[in-house]
């Protein structure tokens, strides 16, 4: 349920506003060098702060718990987890009579009986992709492959100059953005993955729409390879450098499901985030009665643009087990 | 590797042309009305002769080893085969010095040591989406629900009417086209998938990226989504006859990973068959030469236009399989 | 369900009166020998006909539908079925009224709601153990490891030279009796398994107890262990030709779930064969009435007698499995 | 490789002398009151102290990071986690040259490459079934069933009057015992587990045999059907108060893999203790010699006496799991 993967395997557990979140990785190659430091520069990739992003700003502080010994991995499972900061939960009974608009709450409800923790919402908050970010690290190092996502338009617009400006008037409007991430992966051996179930690409897009808010994910060319011709979108074989290659990874590094020696490249649509400040009409589901709904507290303008080493991590979560299987 | 599902599983087996293929299906609920002949419906569709298809046409009979009695499924195993028919394989020797453009035939090769099956694309054929559809016809009676594929767009074209003069004349070209199917799920109770790792979206699209071919795939608003604002892609809950529904249903049924009560809809990209007439240069992989390829044989010039039932069937195995999780 | 392991997994099917039985093995290295042939010498060692089994032969015959292509395994899924015979089902609505004591008739009725195929026991037959005997053949050649199985006890005799006397004497009294196998697998590189939940133990114990009919699994030194004292028990280490290696192997070969490098070694405790000619009293569940009940048909009156190889088969299916996590 | 189960699902992680253990118990039912306090009473009957056990006492002071909100279960994943106290590890270098007879020590080593924290035995120390025993207090509350394991032997004498006496002559002798545990489940219904690979026998025998230190596991009569005519273990049902039931229950509950609704009975043998006072004869693995061993620190003389709950818990992990999968 809450786990993943094969031979590399992560749990993830917590809530928003409970004690702590965290992480458990398993699999991991006895010998890799590894301390909290290491993490730091990927959790601060996630964290908020910046333009566009929720001015509240978390410690985000990680600890191993097991698995990791005079600075190596030792083979054991390797816990991390995150002490959640002073988490003013303000009025949650009302979250569960209004569940918000494009949020998790109504079906959390339904699903748990209304014993779901409600607060910030709860296990569905994107808080939980900290501690994938944190395994992701480990993932990177267990791979031995580049990962490298960015984010390549966010409200339809391309133009990273406008970007700025585009926050701006979303914010000044108390609305949201959504955007889009690229993700490539290079120094990927050919031969990882298996036909059919576990596929690259299967693998790669459960874990990706793993992720809270994720709307779609291609491959390659694609949606677009939908709408070319056989002659188009053909990847001939050719020899580069003694190796061989294809010459436009239009099928983004992955043939039959097998990963043929290219770059990785796929892209993931993230919608906007759904709290936003304008009021919204809905439904209070105890009153059955249709209310305005002023979501509180500070948000994400563009979630996504926090999300690209979240995809990075996801993508090593599984290319780390896929290289571990062989 | 070759199963999928956790309390209602599937495993497949076979080669386009070796003695036969198939696939066990366990996890089935005791008492289902279940014969041969029930599976024929959806066999049908999925088989080539129609405009645009190959016109090689096979047998496609099934037959049920096991877990059938008396007209009703007995909750042990079902597997059902296929014998292949009478299949002529070429020179099959030259498949493996030059692997076809955007088939398997090279990453099988090296995946496999050179010890692959290479004929008709061995393991890797779409033909082991044959058995697939017949495990998706019991799938369907386990679930109690309605699934509902159909091909919106074929070569970019939406607009049906023009589809037989595009395949005419892609045809005359030699070359193939893709093409675009959309799928809804009705009668989705509410509350299925778990949050995060087996969310409902990951299982739908980990099986979707399993059919060979698929190249994206997108739920509700999709990519689209992300060029939205949180106000146009938000969907607010109303009562309707006594029901809590969503408005818009941009989420495509899915929020936070569980269903919510509405219909499920995604769409999947289905690339152009790779198999075109059309001369090719590509690599010939012992000598290291450019050569030209003619691939011989008789292909789909769009097998996009076979994929909705399959599409269907998929969807059918995740949604029985977290059906029986509850 | 009714599948088995991690990277090397097995899925059985079929029931002891239905069309076929057979296996799918999944994850074997391309590029291994394998043809029917090859699997003969253990099935022929499963199969009844010497004293003490049951009269009745069956044909045994393999095919291959998948998986193995001019002599070898290609890396993709192997499926092996078997026919069933001309099986004569006798009155089987009476099994469902008066299950017979000892074998599942009574739980399957109960598990399945009635639609279980009671022909033979259907899916709970012993005949399902021969698609196993096949895999193992696979796993053995896999793994590379010796694996040897001897009855070394029947119904409480351990002087083989008494066993024909004491097999012609149960027959006699229309009785049954029990008997112990011990495993021993040879050539075991040190470093399989994983503490706790995939120990090696834990895994092969899985696997035993999924035999019909065992009651019993120890290792090494076994319940014995429990009566001995630390002094006896403990089993220093000692260079031998340069390899470090126990002095009395009483821990079976395994250490903390992980194997030393040691032989395995381990029992197995089989039941009587349940079916006898005597007349025993049970419970008509219809009527509710208790009834005399004389199980018509030949049986095995030590059915332990064909169940080293089977053992052997097991053992081999999860050493493989543990081999190829490495 | 560390987590266990399929619908109920644990995940273990820790070190004996790290810095925390602890688990994660996910697929729990919303609803279910917790707190820590509801684990003491478990934690507190494998705690040490009492004679024939270390008199080494740890805290053992359980924390929720997740799934427990206002003293009931969310249906997220729940972590529990235990701090290691104030752990002097001595000469742990001295450990890897000279793995101590009996432990895990040395294939640690070799599975890690010498990266395995060994300080008290690491990752394979029996304390990292203390979280177990917590994860067993919730699937006590799912199942809703009765757990009862006993101490039935130890060193062989089986009358607990005699117990004292013999604790106190292996203490003065520096030497350790064995024991077996008796455990019998209540309340079972009839119907849960599968034919084959899941058989309720064969999960129960996968969880006593990643307990540290078991070396045979049997149900019902055990050992003893192999030694038994069909005619004395046969089972025949009866009427019981309007329930089907077996008359001698020698099948411990089971039939065919199947829970037939009498009580599940087993039994576990557990090995002495590893860690003796007693010199040792043993080899240092890193220059070649064989030396004298005297394990240093304060042991169980018999940490049988400290395994019953730990039986329970495991036991009640797989048939909440069973339980779940209806």
């Known amino acids: 349920m809450n786990s993943f993967g094969n031979n590399f395997k992560v749990s993830i557990f917590g809530e928003s506003h409970g004690t702590g979140i965290g992480i458990v990785v398993d699999g991991v190659r006895a010998g890799i060098s590894l ?37 190596h991995t030792t ?18 009974e009302a979250l569960k009579a209004v569940p918000r608009p494009g949020h998790a709450d109504y ?6 009986d209304g014993f779901n923790d409600p607060r910030g919402g709860g296990h569905f908050s994107g808080r939980i992709t900290l501690p994938v970010v944190a395994a992701g690290v480990i993932a990177k190092k267990m791979s031995g492959m580049d990962f490298s996502a960015e ?6 617009e391309t133009d990273k100059a406008r970007w700025s400006e585009l926050l701006d008037r979303t914010s000044k409007e108390g609305d949201s953005i959504g955007g889009i991430v690229e993700c490539t992966v290079s120094g990927v051996p ?12 299967a693998l790669l897009s459960h874990a990706m729409f793993s992720i809270p808010g994720v709307r779609g994910v291609e491959f390659g060319d694609g949606f677009a390879a939908a709408r070319m011709k056989g002659s188009e979108h053909n990847d ?91």
């Open 35 to 71: 301390c909290t430091e290491d993490l730091m520069a990927d959790i601060l990739r996630r964290k908020s702060g910046a333009k566009g992003t929720t001015p509240r700003v978390e410690a985000d502080e990680p600890e191993f718990l097991s698995g990791v010994f005079e600075g």
């Open 75 to 92: 083979g054991s499972p390797i816990a991390i987890i995150f002490r959640n900061g002073n988490t003013r939960s303000s009025d949650y």
């Open 107 to 112: 079906v959390a409800g339904v699903k748990w």
């Open 151 to 156: 984010l390549i338009e966010i409200g339809g």
């Open 190 to 201: 050919a031969g990882l993955g298996e036909p059919f179930f576990d596929s690259a690409e």
């Open 236 to 326: 001939p074989l050719v020899l580069e450098d003694g190796a061989v290659r294809t010459v436009k990874n239009g099928a983004g590094g992955i043939n039959g499901g097998i990963t043929n020696g290219a770059q990785i490249k796929f892209r993931v649509a993230f919608k906007p985030t759904a709290s936003i400040c304008r009021e919204q009409k809905t439904l209070n589901v105890k009153t059955g009665e249709m209310v305005s709904l002023n979501v509180p507290g500070r948000h994400d303008v563009c979630f996504a643009l926090r999300t690209p080493v979240i995809v990075e991590a996801m993508a090593a979560i599984v290319l780390a087990d896929l290289a571990a299987r062989k």
